[in-house]
């Protein structure tokens, strides 16, 4: 798909937003609030069930949302050409390639920038929402937006390690041992350790929202009643949800479906037909943009089991391989994101 207007993901019209709001915002706090109830209340899924959201997330949402980055510095621009295609294929390119060494040289290092990147990368995707999707100027002084992506991009990284210390052991465990036969590095920290960061993490959070109160002049109040919702919505759902499942429904219910929204905004034909309140034909148009290099991923995941075939054997040893492959994927996509951003006036 070709059209394009660069201000389109920074202005929305009031239809175009109500249809976002209505198709993938409001849902996302349905399905999260209803997964966190089912888990405070003791539902226990079968190991595999766990899994399937990252299974999923191979062709639903979670590969493809990133698989529309070659049309988006054209489409910020005003119009997709062969060059700016070729500069994001050699970007990626690049960076995957030099992440994937990293991974195969330290891979415990590469694993700790993961975290890292991501915590950057899923803050850095809420902000966007807070600031343009709900239409007010909130967050608004600069460090209260970097605080406020810190808080984001800190609940599904960050309380999943001081709920569930075992299974994010595990977790980069398997990830780490794709590429290295130590088993001597200790990835629980020590519970005075996981006190003090709960206790340090709980004050930033304290202090962002109480800073954002302050201000927010009253007919902004709104947007921040809704981050103060979120953030507790998010905080007691990474708190009593299993890791792994945890982690792959956010994947498909959150982070996903409001960037694939921010693209859909890009598009002019899709923006048009949100604006009329037809989210399905801007969906197909995604689709149609996202699936090639869907499918390319699919084949560079490939190339991955058969490079460290060796040291994949079960479930998890599957799930840490598609990690890495996100990982190395995150990398060029977060500075793509960031152009995004750059241009649509989300840090103003």
């Known amino acids: 798909m070709t059209g394009a207007d660069h201000s389109a993901g920074a202005r929305l019209s009031s239809s175009a937003r109500r249809t976002l709001m209505r198709v993938v915002v409001r849902p996302s706090w349905v399905g999260i609030s209803v997964l966190t109830a089912l888990f405070a209340v003791g539902f226990e899924p079968a190991e595999p069930v766990q899994y399937a959201p990252f299974a999923l997330s191979l062709v639903f949402l979670g590969l493809p949302h990133g698989a529309v980055d070659h049309l988006v510095p054209g489409r910020l621009e005003g119009g997709v050409s062969a060059r700016s295609i070729a500069i994001v294929a050699l970007l990626y390119a690049t960076l995957a390639s030099a992440y994937l060494v990293f991974w195969t040289i330290e891979p415990a290092a590469a694993f700790i920038f993961f975290i890292l990147l991501t915590w950057f990368h899923w803050g850095q995707g809420d902000l966007y929402v807070l600031r343009i999707l709900l239409r007010a100027q909130h967050p608004a002084p600069r460090t209260l937006k970097i605080l406020t992506a810190v808080v984001r991009g800190g609940l599904p990284m960050l309380v999943p390690l001081l709920a569930f210390p075992g299974v994010y052991s595990e977790v980069a465990g398997s990830m780490v041992g794709i590429f290295s036969d130590s088993g ?16 340090t993490f709980l004050g930033v959070v304290s202090i962002t929202l109480l800073w954002g109160y302050r201000c927010s002049p009253p007919e902004n109040r709104a947007a921040w009643a809704l981050d103060v919702a979120e953030v507790g919505l998010l905080a007691a759902y990474f708190a009593v949800v299993p890791p792994i499942f945890a982690i792959g429904m956010y994947f498909c219910l959150w982070h996903a479906p409001r960037h694939i929204a921010r693209l859909m905004l890009l598009n002019r034909p899709s923006r048009n037909a949100l604006e009329k309140g037809r989210f399905l034909p801007a969906l197909k148009d995604f689709a149609l943009d996202a699936t090639p290099l869907t499918a390319a991923a699919l084949l560079l995941l490939a190339g991955l089991y058969f490079f460290v075939s060796e040291g994949v054997e079960g479930t998890a040893e599957l799930l840490a391989l598609y990690l890495m492959l996100i990982s190395i994927l995150t990398l060029p ?16």
């Open 184 to 199: 001597t590095v200790a990835w629980i920290p020590a519970p005075a350790i996981r006190i003090f960061v709960a206790i």
């Open 333 to 348: 996509h977060v500075l793509i994101v960031g152009l995004m951003d750059r241009r649509q006036g989300v840090w103003r």
